[in-house]
């Protein structure tokens, strides 16, 4: 899910003025845009849930064509517990210190959603074989600040780290809120003020120049960890709201109702260049991206920019089908974004110069529940019915939808899993338990919009050597679109 998307982002606590003067990453989006090919993709990869007591773990896979280990796994850190569900990834230091050559892109945050533990990961000792560093354990997280469920990562110019955390020990929603580590990931406490709460967590990114920061809702963990039951959304276990924070104050300042038009809203992305006050979220289970912006005023209002429409269909648990928007991302020139439909099937890639008015410019099938073979239909308006042409791979056919995707600095090559939390794969997806996920590459067109599957290029994960598992959260050791925010 989005995830996820997560972001490791650096921005100073002092007001949202840059640490520096030389350091991680990219001087700005367009200088990261010219940076070196991506050639290793960490992926957090599963067995709870899936039956298997296994533990989870981080696989280091080679996506450098000319290697000869190229789209395989070549390493895999098993997490010393089983039943964390690790899910999403954040850096501890990024692009937005730059300019600080004591910062340092050393450690990824990878925190166990239904566990509660936190790993600090060494990435760069070996970069092709990250060693595990530290436990942040979930009973001082709950003494400290009675938070449970991490989700998102973001790193602070301080040194610190921030983490959205999605309910109580209990897995009520109430409480939720933001989780403050130290440089060396010890507990330091809240980070929102008191009685300022979302009223679900899920993801956030913040926009320093505009001393803002914007978190969105998932749902209850007691509800969500369970599968997905829809009606618990009429009985109010999931969100539709955005929060607006006064960065870095931690004081709620605002809360947008998105409505129907907004439920579930998950992964939220400002646009990359520092200086513009827009971005857009996707909102899950109404299947809609929503553009926010700023007000003269200092307040934040909303509009939909793109509907996905519920296709009718036979043979499944509901008589229509949301296209489920799970994730989505920018291109680091702001000028594409792509997200995908989960439960449809399809990747898809609009132009956004303008930001109001976003242009289909590519659309692909990858998997899904509606694909050829698939006993799910869906129908016409004249009764009759129809499914989608999904192309194997290798020899090899499609599982699951598409889920979390990752994007090359360049822009010209996407990554995407399969899985998006295991209760929810094995209700929607049940063959993945059996067969596990796999990642694909998509070619982009970043001229004319375009998508089209790299046949040479596949990562199954249902070749493990402890049996098939589920991948999500994708990162590049040097930073990308997702993990980056630049001031």
Not at 126 to 143: H, M, R, W
Not at 274 to 297: C, E, Q, T
Not at 433 to 440: E, P, T, V
Request: aromatic residues 10%; negative net charge; contains cysteine.
């Amino acid at each position: 899910m989005a995830t996820g998307t997560v972001l490791a982002t650096a921005v100073s606590n002092s007001g949202g003025k840059s640490c520096c003067k030389s350091g991680p990453g990219y001087a700005s989006p367009l200088a990261a845009m010219s940076g070196p090919r991506e050639k290793l993709i960490y992926v957090t990869a599963l067995y709870s849930g899936t039956g298997r007591e296994k533990p989870d773990y981080l696989a280091t896979v080679d996506v450098d064509p000319n290697s000869p280990t190229y789209s395989s796994v070549i390493h895999r850190l098993k997490m010393p517990y089983i039943g964390d569900e690790l899910h999403h990834t954040g850096w501890n230091s990024c692009s937005s210190c730059h300019g600080d050559a004591s910062a340092d892109r050393r450690f990824l945050v990878l925190p166990g959603l239904i566990s509660g533990r936190i790993y600090a990961i060494d990435t760069k000792t070996d970069p092709k074989a990250p060693s595990l560093y530290k436990v942040v354990e979930p009973k001082e997280i709950l003494e400290k600040t009675g938070l449970a469920f991490p989700h998102t990562s973001h790193c602070l110019a301080t040194g610190d780290m921030l983490v959205s955390c999605l309910g109580d020990k209990e897995g009520n929603a109430k409480g939720n809120g933001f989780l403050l580590l130290d440089s060396d990931f010890n507990v330091k406490s809240r980070w929102d003020k008191p009685g300022h709460s979302p009223m679900f967590g899920y993801d956030f990114w913040y926009q320093p120049r505009f001393n803002t920061m914007i978190s969105t809702s998932w749902g209850a963990p007691k509800s969500f960890s369970k599968g997905f039951n829809l009606q618990h959304v009429a009985d109010g276990l999931y969100g539709s709201h955005l929060h607006i924070y006064k960065w870095p104050e931690g004081e709620m300042k605002q809360i947008i109702d998105l409505g129907n038009t907004g439920l579930l809203p998950l992964e939220i992305r400002f646009l990359h260049d520092p200086s513009k006050d827009i971005g857009y979220v996707g909102s899950a289970l109404s299947s809609n991206m929503i553009r926010f912006f700023r007000n003269s005023d200092d307040t934040w209002s909303h509009e939909v920019v793109i509907s996905v429409k519920p296709l009718k269909v036979e043979n499944w648990i509901l008589p229509e089908m949301p296209g489920l928007i799970t994730d989505f991302l920018i291109s680091l020139d702001d000028k594409f974004f792509y997200f995908v439909n989960w439960l449809h099937g399809d990747i898809r890639q609009y132009n956004i110069e303008d930001p109001k008015n976003p242009v289909l410019t590519g659309q692909i099938w990858v998997g899904g529940l509606l694909q050829k073979g698939s006993p799910v239909k869906a129908v016409r308006e004249d009764g009759t019915t129809y499914q989608f042409d999904v192309p194997q791979i290798n020899g090899k056919s499609l599982r699951g939808g598409p889920q979390m995707i990752q994007l090359s600095l360049d822009g010209k090559r996407l990554y995407a899993t399969n899985s998006l939390f295991s209760a929810w794969d094995r209700q929607f997806y049940p063959e993945l338990m059996d067969k596990g996920s796999h990642i694909i590459q998509i070619d982009v067109d970043t001229e004319k919009g375009g998508l089209s599957i790299n046949p040479d290029f596949f990562v199954d994960f249902g070749d493990e050597p402890d049996g098939p598992a589920l991948a999500h959260e994708m990162r590049y050791p040097g930073g990308d679109c997702t993990s980056d925010i630049w001031i």
